[in-house]
Structures are given as C-alpha cells and as structure tokens.
C-alpha cells in the first residue's frame, strides 16, 4: 500500500544529549500527521531514541546494516540486532555508504534479502551523480542501481520496500531538483517497475525524494503526483524545519 513518508536520515550527527533534546522538541510537534514520520539516528542512539518515541508518531529507523546473520565484522551491525531493539526498517545503499564505504549493488542486493528475510522494511536509495546527469545517463544509471540491487526479488518483496531517489548533485549542497525534475525520474521508476513486475506493484511502492529538501521547497516536491515523501538530511536536524517539511503534506 502506497504511504506517504517524511523520513529524516541524521546520518553521523547528535550524541546522546542532542538526540534527547531533538526528540523532545519534535514530540512537541509532531502529534498528528498524514505522512508517515521517520528519524534516523545514529546507532548509539537507537535503543534511547527507540524508548523516547513509544507511543508517538515517530518511528525509529537505522542508517544501515550488515548482510551477515552475525560473526567476524568489526564495527558492523546485523539485522536480527536491529529488531531485538523494535527497530523494523533500515536505510540502504545512501550515495554517502555507496562512495565512502564501497558499497556495491551486489552487496546491497544482499543487504535487502537479509532485511526482508528479518521482515524488516528497506529504504532503499540510489541516485546519479552530476556528470551522469550532465551527460544525460541519469535514466541508466537509476535504472541500472535498482535493477542490480532488486530485480532478483519476488514482486511480493515489494511490499517491504521503499524507494528513495537522491541525485547525487543535490544531497548537502543546497541545489535541489526541481520538483518537475524529480517528478520526471519519479515517473521512470515507476515505468520501471511496472515493465517487471506489473502496475500493481509499481502503483503501490512509496517512492521518496530526498536532495536539499527544505521547508520552502517540500509543499512543491511533494505536490508532484508519483513523489510519496522526502529522506531529509540536514533540513532534519532542525525540530521546526523537520516539523515544517511533515506539515507540507
Ligand atoms: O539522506 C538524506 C539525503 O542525503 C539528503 O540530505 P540533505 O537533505 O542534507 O541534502
């Protein structure tokens, strides 16, 4: 079923106090929504953030995980670690875990079968860099990443996935797509989609927008009929202007 979703990734921000006081904050504010609301902290935090947000609307969400059950993986993460905390979906394949810690579309590919294997949900994100974009390839290259890393899934897996399309060129930088943009690779997932596993699948996935989304640009971005929510980077680091992109829905 198709949600909408405003998802903040605070990536290798906040320790233990700054979480505390932004969760505070953003109970203040966010009560009620129509989208579904997700914060990312880093994994330290999970297990407080977790506890902090019982019984809110603010679901607790990891930035990424290992593919192995468990074993020898200094530093890393499982899923079956994720879930014994309540923590149900994880963030794979961010540009920033593609191009700083190598990971390939082979080694997400097995990433999302351990998380659906763990019934976990995927945000699964990909996006071209600005020379794809300037030489006019960002449609092979999108296409290419979610091939590689989803297409040996059953269509059912689906279920458990969420897209997230994040032009490299915009995450951080200030320069966003502009919604007619997004609104244009949106609508090429979901032909995507749709050429394998039929309209029903690519009608009911969420497909997220995220790249310098802010509160002046979300009403805009989320306006756009095939883009279903943001992943907000720095924007969510703010109480109110995480609260404001929630509200422009
Ligand atoms: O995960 C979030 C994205 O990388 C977007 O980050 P940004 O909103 O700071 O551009």
Redesign the pocket.
């Known amino acids: 079923m198709r949600k909408q979703i405003v998802a903040g990734?605070w990536k290798m921000n906040n320790g233990l106090i700054q979480t505390e006081s932004l969760i505070t904050e953003l109970k203040q504010q966010v009560k009620t929504s129509e989208a579904e609301v997700m914060i990312a902290p880093t994994f330290t935090n999970l297990w407080h953030a977790f506890q902090s947000t019982k019984n809110t609307h603010i679901e607790v969400i990891a930035q990424n995980m290992h593919f192995a059950e468990k074993g020898a993986y200094t530093g890393e993460i499982s899923a079956g670690m994720l879930t014994s905390l309540g923590i149900n979906t994880v963030i794979l394949g961010?540009s920033e875990r593609r191009a700083y810690f190598n990971e390939t579309d082979e080694a997400l590919a097995k990433k999302v079968d351990t998380a659906i294997a763990h019934d976990m949900r995927v945000i699964f994100c990909f996006g071209e860099e600005l020379a794809d974009r300037k030489a006019g390839n960002e449609d092979t290259v999108v296409e290419n990443q979610i091939k590689n890393a989803l297409f040996h899934l059953k269509g059912d897996a689906f279920n458990n996935i969420v897209l997230a399309y994040?032009p490299v060129w915009?995450?951080?930088t200030g320069e966003t797509a502009t919604p007619e943009q997004a609104q244009e690779m949106h609508a090429f997932i979901r032909k995507t989609l749709a050429e394998k596993y039929g309209n029903n699948v690519a009608n009911n996935v969420s497909i997220l927008y995220?790249?310098?989304?802010k509160p002046d640009n979300a009403k805009e971005i989320f306006s756009k009929p095939d883009v279903d929510g943001g992943?907000?980077?720095?924007?969510s680091l703010k109480a109110e202007d995480f609260y404001a992109i929630v509200n422009a829905f």
């Open positions: 990734n961010h994040e915009a995450i951080g995220g790249g310098s989304v992943l907000i980077g720095g924007a």
